[in-house]
């Protein structure tokens, strides 16, 4: 599959998940207790919004990019790469990991945990630069919606 067949589909996959979460997921899930215009709905809606959007724009990107539209509609230009597919698995089984980490250890270590074998995963090995960046992005993240949004984060093991 080419490269431009590849973001048509993941294009078409991000904006069916946008839709998904916009409709069912976030209604479904996330409660609030109050009617104010920007409540705890606002963040999930809004990054689900701009994962839409991004994906229908690589989507039109690269269909305005085939010099024959008709080959969108041929079976042979979409088959998988299964190397590409385990990666993508192992990845969602590693964001469930995470998941389910989250309310144990907290938010700050399960993502220290997660971004640290994601980097090393995908191919940083430097263990050094990998460190520091799921440090920093951790702390970073946890400051930001604990102290500027207000959002209360799983605490874990830490005592913050």
């Known amino acids: 599959m080419s490269s431009k067949h590849k973001d048509i589909v993941y294009g078409v ?3 069916t998940f946008s839709i998904f979460c916009l409709i069912y997921l976030i209604p479904a899930h996330v409660k609030a207790n109050t009617n104010f215009a920007v409540g705890v709905k606002t963040i999930p809606q809004l990054a689900v919004s701009m994962i839409g959007i991004a994906s ?3 989507v039109i990107m690269r269909v305005r990019e085939l010099p024959d539209k008709s080959i969108l509609f041929k ?3 979409y088959n998988a790469n299964w190397n ?3 990666r993508q698995v192992i ?3 590693a964001m469930i990991v995470y998941i389910q980490l989250l309310p144990v250890v907290g938010f700050v270590i ?3 945990l997660f971004s640290f074998g994601m980097m090393y995963y995908f191919g940083s090995e430097n263990l ?3 460190i520091a960046v799921a440090v920093s992005f951790s702390a970073i993240v946890y400051l930001l919606f604990s102290r500027v949004f207000h959002v209360s984060l799983s605490s874990g093991l830490l005592p913050f």
Request: hydrophobic share 55%; proline share 0%.
């Open 13 to 15: 996959a991000g904006c």
């Open 56 to 58: 229908l724009a690589l």
């Open 75 to 77: 079976k042979e230009n």
């Open 84 to 86: 590409d597919l385990l």
């Open 91 to 93: 990845f969602l089984i």
């Open 110 to 112: 399960a993502s220290i």
């Open 128 to 130: 050094a630069k990998n």
